[in-house]
């Protein structure tokens, strides 16, 4: 509850935590990763969301690897920005290259943040075996 100077008005807490759009090409691994990791574990501080500029289908290693740290991913899904470009975002985050040049100016964001990550199934591509991929 939050005093006002003539009455008490209920404040919801989802209207207190930050609101972040984790964005990629195609919201298939990282972004989920990191919508999931937010979701997970900082529910009380962040409002997570994800989207891709070009959606593919939610990496399979992506959501066993998070299953395991105890963040399951397997229900969401990967979107297209336009899904998401009605919210307003405090933060949009891009952490690929690709999505940082195709959307380098998010409308409803308080402010864009561009942090790359590898792609993580171009690494596992790679790897000798399944363990390694993981």
Avoid at 46 to 52: D, I, L, R, T, V
Avoid at 116 to 127: G, H, V, Y
Wanted: with cysteine; glycine share 4%.
């Amino acid at each position: 509850m939050v005093q006002t100077s003539d009455a008490w008005r209920h404040t919801d807490s989802r209207e207190l935590r930050v609101k972040i759009l984790f964005l990629c090409t195609k919201n298939a691994c990282r972004s989920q990763m990191a919508e999931g990791l937010a979701r997970a574990f900082r529910a009380d501080a962040f409002e997570a969301y994800s989207a891709g500029t070009n959606p593919g289908v939610l990496d399979e290693l992506a959501a066993l690897v998070m299953r395991e740290i105890g963040a399951d991913i397997r229900k969401q899904r990967p979107k297209h920005i336009r899904e998401v470009e009605h919210i307003r975002f405090d933060y949009v985050i891009t952490l690929c290259d690709s999505a940082a040049q195709s959307c380098p100016v998010f409308p409803n964001a308080g402010k864009t943040v561009h942090r790359p990550f590898p792609d993580p199934p171009m690494l596992a591509r790679e790897c000798r075996d399944h363990d390694q991929a993981l």
